[in-house]
Nanobody, 121 residues
Framework: QVHVVESGGGLVQPGGSLRLSCAAS????????MDWYRQAPGKQRELVAGLSSDGSANYGDSVKGRFTISRDNAENTMALQMSSLKPEDTAVYSC???????????????WGQGTQVTVSS
C-alpha cells in the first residue's frame, strides 16, 4: 500500500511565497516521476511542475521563473517553492507520484488528497 500526503498550503497575499511538500510512503520500490498539479474552481486540472528521478524538471508556462520544484530521492519527498504568487495561482494543489511498488510488475500513479492554496489580499 502506498500513501501520498501533501502539506504546506494556506492563505498568502499576492507577491508572497509558500512552500508545499509531498511525501510518499509505503511499499515503494522505485519512484520515477513526481509531479505537482493544480485545479482551480471551474477549471481543468493542469500540470504545475514535474521532476523525474534523474533530476529533469519541467514547468507549466504560467509558473516558469516563479516556482521551483525539488525532490529528495532518499526520503521519497518533493517540494514546490512558490514565489511571486498571484491570485490566479489559487487552486487545490495535488501531488502525483509515478512509481513501482515492492514486488510489483508495473508502475502506477498515486495521488495525494491535495492542499488548498489561496492567494488573496
Amino acid at each position: 500500500q502506498v500513501h501520498v500526503v501533501e502539506s504546506g498550503g494556506g492563505l498568502v497575499q499576492p507577491g508572497g511565497s509558500l512552500r508545499l511538500s509531498c511525501a510518499a510512503s509505503g511499499s515503494i520500490y522505485k519512484i520515477y516521476t513526481m509531479d505537482w498539479y493544480r485545479q482551480a474552481p471551474g477549471k481543468q486540472r493542469e500540470l504545475v511542475a514535474g521532476l523525474s528521478s534523474d533530476g529533469s524538471a519541467n514547468y507549466g508556462d504560467s509558473v516558469k521563473g516563479r516556482f521551483t520544484i525539488s525532490r529528495d530521492n532518499a526520503e521519497n519527498t518533493m517540494a514546490l517553492q512558490m514565489s511571486s504568487l498571484k491570485p490566479e495561482d489559487t487552486a487545490v494543489y495535488s501531488c502525483k507520484v509515478h512509481l513501482l511498488t515492492s514486488g510489483g510488475l508495473r508502475t502506477f500513479d498515486y495521488w495525494g488528497q491535495g492542499t488548498q492554496v489561496t492567494v488573496s489580499s
